[in-house]
């Protein structure tokens, strides 16, 4: 993991966004302390970064969203809340305690009819997966996130929308060390996308709460 950069600036003005653009919200609240309480790691998305992925679903009229890494599914909450009443949300998790704090928290949310959870590595489960999906959130393991994209597109169709989380990594991404397999993951997810005429994508680079990092987005062309 590089060396993350923290800004104590960032941070304030998150807190000055959640206060304007994030009603309070008990299902999200109560998935981020029962999350901790279990132990799980603090690396969930921020509450304006779960807001933007809502909206860029909504955007897409997803009515067949995919998310790889479900972690206590606080993404997961953001996501399965853009979709219609007759909408599918599947999420793919390796690890079982996370997958299982994740089912109370998508049931507290009232979502659970939305959401199928998969439990296992996801190189073992997306080819088990029919798309096409409209929108697909990338947020597992970054060492297979070129494999993981690889699969988003081949369970996409003209138009869906690719969104990655830690494409930064605090800008290790430009010089990643040879133990940092992360940031060489993403890396060569990039060059994958460079040389594949199926997809449009840029990247924005974010700071916040969560440090300097970004998220890719792509786009399936027709
Ligand atoms: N999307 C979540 C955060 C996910 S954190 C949110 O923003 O709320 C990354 C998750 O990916 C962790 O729960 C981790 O257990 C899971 N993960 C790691 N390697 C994986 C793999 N090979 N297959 C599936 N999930 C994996
Ligand atoms: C890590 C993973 C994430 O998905 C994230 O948003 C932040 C950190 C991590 O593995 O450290
Ligand atoms: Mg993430």
Redesign the pocket.
Known sequence: ?PRKVHNSRWSMVDDYLDDRFIPSDPALAAAQKASAAAGL?D???TATQGKFLHLLARMQGARRILEI?T?GGYSTIWLARALPPDGHLVTLEADATHLNVARENIARAGLSHLVEQRLGPALETLPQLTGPFDFIFI????DNAAAYFGWSVRLSRPGTAIVV??VIRSGAVVSPRSSDT?SRGIHAMNEAIRLNPRVSATTIQTVGR?GY?GFLLALVNE
């Open positions: 993991m790691p690396i969930a998305v890494g972690l947020d597992a393991d970054k989380d830690n992360a969560k990092d």
